[in-house]
């Protein structure tokens, strides 16, 4: 079992800047496909990047390329998610996500976008950008 938690959400200024945390326990997160998903109110729960484990490869969903970034600190056992010019659009609850180790070698991007390619998940984090 992997245990994960979210940290670093908050209230920002369109234009600003946050980085959320994904602590996890219980076991390693070192190869395995870690993803950033959202949910604002009233719409479905999105994907918003993923980091591919088999190959340390990343994707972003068009909303948020350019502007966020994932990464992963082996040393920590923690997936961060690094968010810049922050949009009153970005709003939402934000959860990280973890799969079983990755089997995705060589593809060179990382093509878990749904919900139902992860096994664990975090509580959520809010993050509010106003205007």
């Known amino acids: 079992q992997v245990q994960l938690v979210e940290s670093g959400g908050g209230l920002v200024e369109a234009g600003g800047s946050l980085r959320l945390s994904c602590a996890a326990s219980?076991?390693?997160?070192?190869?395995?496909?870690l993803g950033w998903f959202r949910q604002a109110p009233g719409k479905e729960r999105e994907g918003i990047s993923c980091f591919n484990g088999a190959d340390d490869s990343t994707w972003y969903t068009d909303s948020v390329k350019g502007r966020f970034t994932i990464s992963r600190d082996n040393t920590k056992n923690t997936v961060y998610l690094q968010m810049s010019n922050l949009k009153p659009e970005d709003t939402a609850v934000y959860s990280c996500?973890?799969?079983?180790?990755?089997?995705?070698?060589?593809?060179?991007?990382?093509?878990?976008?749904?919900?139902?390619?992860?096994?664990?998940w975090g509580q959520g984090t809010q993050v509010a950008v106003t205007s």
């Open positions: 219980g076991r390693t997160l070192s190869g395995r496909t």
């Open positions: 996500a973890a799969g079983e180790v990755a089997l995705d070698y060589g593809l060179g991007y990382c093509p878990r976008h749904q919900a139902s390619d992860y096994e664990y």
